[in-house]
Each structure stands twice: as C-alpha cells, then as structure tokens.
C-alpha cells in the first residue's frame, strides 16, 4: 500500500494547514495510523496516531492538531492549528496495515509498528 501526503507549505506562525495522507488501497477501518515529523538535525518524532479505539497525541501538539480519517476515500488528515515555528519539519504518514494492529498508547507512539510509509511534506513556519 502507497501512502502519498500532501498538504504542506509555508504558513506564518498562529497559521492552520491540514495534511492529507491518501492511500492507494482500501485499508481496514481497524488499522492504526499516524504521523510522525523531523526537523533538520532532529530524530523522527511522534505527532499522532488513531488507532479503532481512541487517537493520540505528543504533549508538543495536543489542543492544537488533531487527527482524523475518512475510510470512504482511504485518507487520513491531521488538522494542524495555532502553529508555531518549532513544529517545523518534514510530515511523514504512517500506516499499521498488517494484523494485529496497535491499539495503545504505547504501540501507536512506536515508529517499529508502522510497516507503510509515505515520502513526506514539508511544514515551514515562519515567526
């Protein structure tokens, strides 16, 4: 399965973009999903996972992401808020499409249990 994002530009800070993560085949209603970023120099990170039971956010983002998907076109979004020029960094979509799928806190927040990956959009925002 293909994950393509796009959504991503250059925003000023205090500014809103939604991500769009589209995947190139019907994937399971049950199966987890998330997004993780990284900023130059800076390790991947965790931004948001939904998983069949509840969604998830790093501490850096909650009250002002939030994540979403709509099974009938296959995408998942992640409505980005109030943003600030620290959360600039390349977004990567992440897919748990291989059973049994993650449904905690602790699996979704891993990159090891994503087995799909798309190739990313750049955020930039600007102070």
């Known amino acids: 399965v293909l994950l393509v994002e796009s959504g991503g530009g250059l925003v000023q800070a205090g500014g809103s973009l939604r991500l769009s993560c589209a995947a190139s085949e019907r994937t399971v209603s049950n199966s987890g999903m998330a997004w993780f970023r990284q900023a130059p120099g800076n390790e991947r990170e965790f931004v948001a996972a939904?998983?069949?039971?509840?969604?998830y956010y790093a501490d850096s983002v909650r009250g002002r992401f939030t994540i979403s998907r709509d099974n009938a076109v296959n995408t998942v979004y992640l409505q980005m808020n109030s943003l600030k020029p620290e959360d600039t960094a390349m977004y990567f979509c992440?897919?748990?499409?291989?059973?049994?799928?993650?449904?905690?806190?602790?699996?979704?927040?891993?990159?090891?249990?994503?087995?799909?990956w798309g190739q990313g959009t750049q955020v930039t925002v600007s102070s």
């Open positions: 992440a897919g748990d499409l291989t059973p049994p799928y993650c449904s905690g806190s602790g699996c979704s927040k891993r990159q090891s249990t994503y087995d799909s």
């Open positions: 939904l998983t069949w039971r509840d969604t």
